[in-house]
């Protein structure tokens, strides 16, 4: 910084408190001290940049959290904008709730475009905290990383016209009033994300995004357990361009989209992990109807094949612009099932190949892919076994546009075994259905 006063003198006060603005709250302050001039100048800054990591002092009986406590007073007693650009609160320690309910609900009754909290403390939204949230329409980005934290919705319908961003962690929202339905427009918004969130009471939750380009949502084993709704969310106006899902145990979301073709041209990735080797029907049906959804879809990555029967697959919708496909471990069964529901795929990807009755390669029509359009294959995780050698075959002599097929062995040691030297001269004496494509072999990392 400047150090001379009579220089900084000349420099406006409006521009003083500009530069003030982007460094940290601390820094702010301390800077100020500099000019006589410049004093005051720090509680008129636009942005409030509060962390009580930058306080910590292994010296202090406290740690310094005293300290953090009188500074954030400080801070919002005597700064005297009217709106905030942003206001971040990271607390790496636990407060009471009445505390950090004080200081969102300060901030947010004085307008605040950005609002970013983490914290690991404990907490419930107070009213004025939660009416406050709801009401206000000049957020444009809300970022919400708790631990736990108890959302009571005031509304059934609410818009957020300017929010562009929004993601959110550990939260559980509750409906205010007897609905089951909560109606949430988002006018600009680009970016959903949640983590372990949860609408407890609710039936359905509508978003209206009309320029939504990604969603992102996820939960783990701990949420699950302790989900106790199956809430519905409809999508309206949704083009996306990424929709991911991350679900531990069950899929606790029906995902609706008003309409499907929306969906053309975007990447999903669904990842469902199972605690137990039984099959669920209310998971099995959720992600059948998920894969449904999003049939216009240009790229899918799904781990958690498991989930889906056969007789399942059988009534999907053809994946009718699916041209790249990413699989977990799959058997031959449900891998031949969704090759017959992807007409012009290109590339194909899986991670292994589970036991499956390898009989059901010689009755089962070979998916028009195969024949046209499918390119690149790659088997990762290979072992060397029968059945990863009755699949290479099936790909090997009805693959009539492959360029490319790759092996990724297991381990650095089966490649130099026996196994695999009888595999490799197999797979070789296999008629082959295309007239020249690369074939080779390498390790998973």
């Not at 292994?58 to 959290?65: I, L």
């Not at 509508?206 to 701990?222: G, K, S």
């Not at 075959?393 to 490649?415: C, D, Q, T």
Request: positive net charge; aromatic residues 12%.
């Amino acid at each position: 910084m400047v150090n001379d006063e009579g220089t900084m003198s000349k420099l406006p006060e409006a521009l003083i408190s500009r530069i003030l603005s982007f460094l940290p709250t601390k820094d702010a302050v301390r800077t100020s001290v500099l000019s006589k001039k410049w004093l005051f100048r720090w509680t008129f800054i636009t942005r409030l940049d509060l962390d009580d990591t930058v306080f910590y002092s292994p010296k202090k009986k406290t740690g310094g959290k005293m300290s953090f406590l009188n500074f954030v007073y400080r801070a919002l007693l005597l700064t005297q904008t009217s709106t905030f650009q942003s206001f971040s609160l990271l607390l790496a320690n636990k407060y009471d709730m009445s505390l950090l309910n004080t200081w969102i609900s300060n901030i947010l009754i004085r307008s605040v475009r950005n609002l970013r909290v983490e914290t690991h403390s404990t907490m419930s939204f107070s009213a004025l905290a939660s009416h406050s949230l709801f009401d206000s329409n000049i957020l444009e980005e809300v970022v919400l990383k708790m631990d736990s934290c108890a959302i009571r919705v005031p509304k059934t319908h609410a818009e957020f016209e300017n929010l562009k961003l929004l993601k959110l962690s550990g939260i559980s929202f509750t409906l205010h009033s007897s609905s089951k339905v909560l109606t949430l427009s988002f006018p600009l918004l680009k970016v959903f994300e949640t983590v372990n969130c949860s609408w407890l009471n609710a039936n359905r939750l509508h978003l209206i995004v009309p320029l939504l380009e990604r969603v992102i949502i996820a939960q783990d084993a701990v949420s699950m357990s302790n989900e106790t709704s199956r809430c519905a969310i409809y999508f309206s106006g949704f083009c996306p361009k990424q929709f991911s899902y991350c679900g531990f145990a069950n899929i606790s979301y029906y995902f609706k989209l008003f309409e499907s073709s929306s969906a053309h041209n975007a990447s999903v990735n669904v990842v469902v992990n199972q605690c137990s080797t039984n099959r669920d029907p209310e998971i099995e049906n959720r992600a059948f109807l998920l894969l449904n959804e999003f049939r216009q879809m240009k790229c899918l990555k799904f781990e958690g094949c498991e989930v889906l029967a056969q007789s399942k697959l059988a009534k999907l919708q053809s994946f009718e612009m699916l041209s790249h496909l990413e699989l977990g471990v799959v058997s031959g069964e449900v891998l031949l099932g969704l090759l017959l529901k992807s007409p012009i795929l290109k590339t194909l990807l899986f991670k292994g190949v589970s036991i499956f009755d390898t009989e059901v390669l010689n009755s089962v029509a070979v998916p028009d892919c195969l024949t046209s359009t499918l390119q690149v294959v790659k088997f990762h995780k290979l072992h060397g076994c029968e059945h990863e050698l009755c699949l290479a075959k099936f790909f090997m002599e009805n693959g009539l546009a492959l360029e490319r097929i790759s092996f990724y062995l297991v381990s650095h040691r089966l490649g130099k075994s026996k196994i695999m030297e009888e595999f490799k001269e197999k797979l070789f004496s296999f008629k082959k259905g295309f007239s020249f494509a690369i074939i080779e072999f390498s390790y998973d990392d």
